[in-house]
């Protein structure tokens, strides 16, 4: 009895039974940055063709969008939002690879600081998207194509947060217009005697779900208070 209580002191000696074997680390994810709205627009321009021809009267207009969001992450190593823009729902690949809009190259795509921290309206930002892919890669957005856009906020460690919940928007300011069966104008979007699901899911300004508020030139912009359908966020 005494040789087996001495081995136990032996081998039980030095080991701390208080202390977990493994050390419990706790980690917080970064916050998800959330895109307030997008809103198409154009930028208005002659083609030198018809200046030519005497027929300057007729105007093209080159797809562009407003995307609105708040800055609302507060973690110390945030610089910024980065911003994916995909002609579908994106996947992983998409806003984890190089698929990120930047203007210069450089990341992130909307620098900011933690300091600007703020949901008030006044500190709404507006960034207007002037190329599916800018300059030098030069890709502009393609007229009756709806775009998803999705940020993800970038921290100077190179950590991103998980993506924000994406926002499609037609690339044009009269959806209506465009060819039947394109991606802004389903065949069952050009229905005026469409259920309230398909005009959930029809893009604003086709017959299914007709702009109800602002105008067609402004891309039938939400008022305060108003949410889809019948305007764009």
Known sequence: ML?????????????????????????????????????????????????????ADKINYKPEFVIK????????????????ITSAIPSLTDTLGGSYYTENGILPSFPHLAIESSTEEAQLKKKRIRNRIPPPGLIPFQHCEIY??????????????????????????YPNQCPIGSSCNPAICSNNNCSNLEKASCPVGTNCNPCLYGDFRNGCECPRGISPPGCNP
């Open 3 to 55: 040789k087996v209580f001495l081995l136990f002191l032996i081998y039980s000696c030095g080991s701390n039974t208080r202390t977990p074997v493994i050390p419990f680390i706790f980690f917080t994810p970064p916050g998800i940055p959330q895109i307030a709205g997008v809103v198409p627009t154009a930028e208005v321009y002659l083609d030198p063709a018809l200046v030519i021809e005497g027929q």
């Open 69 to 84: 969001y708040y800055v609302t992450n507060t973690e110390p190593n945030f610089v910024g939002y980065n911003l994916t």
């Open 148 to 173: 998803t856009f999705t940020m993800r906020a970038y921290f100077n460690n190179g950590v991103v947060s998980n993506p924000s919940t994406p926002v499609s928007v037609c690339a044009s300011l």
